[in-house]
Nanobody, 115 residues
Framework: QVHLVESGGGLVQPGGSLRLSCATS????????MGWYRQTPGNQRELVAT???????NYEESVKGRFTISGEYAKNTVYLQMNSLKPEDTAVYYC?????????WGQGTQVTVSS
């Protein structure tokens, strides 16, 4: 069974940057879209950014201008470059990849923004 493997989370000071990566553990095909979501305790998972195979990106309002999503569909890999991080960006970040009839989630990586 194919899994999504995330990396790049950690502790960063306000104003700092982090880059999250997510890749598949095996070969899968026909990925239609890739994205990143985040979740804080007691809250629902929320969309951060998505990118389609055609390159169309969509961002949650609070991260526009600070976060950039990119995808390498040939490598089954998606990235999230996070700049100008704020304490309110603290959350567990999950990557997602989906095809027409399937949907995969990563295990989550903690991002903590604190001085």
């Amino acid at each position: 069974q194919v899994h999504l493997v995330e990396s790049g989370g950690g502790l960063v000071q306000p104003g700092g940057s982090l880059r999250l990566s997510c890749a598949t553990s095996g070969i899968i095909s026909n990925i239609n879209a890739m994205g990143w979501y985040r979740q804080t305790p007691g809250n629902q998972r929320e969309l951060v950014a998505t990118i389609t195979r055609g390159g169309s990106a969509n961002y949650e309002e609070s991260v526009k201008g600070r976060f950039t999503i990119s995808g390498e569909y040939a490598k089954n890999t998606v990235y999230l470059q996070m700049n100008s991080l704020k304490p309110e960006d603290t959350a567990v970040y999950y990557c997602q990849m989906r095809g027409t009839f399937w949907n995969l989630w990563g295990q989550g990586t903690q991002v903590t923004v604190s001085s």
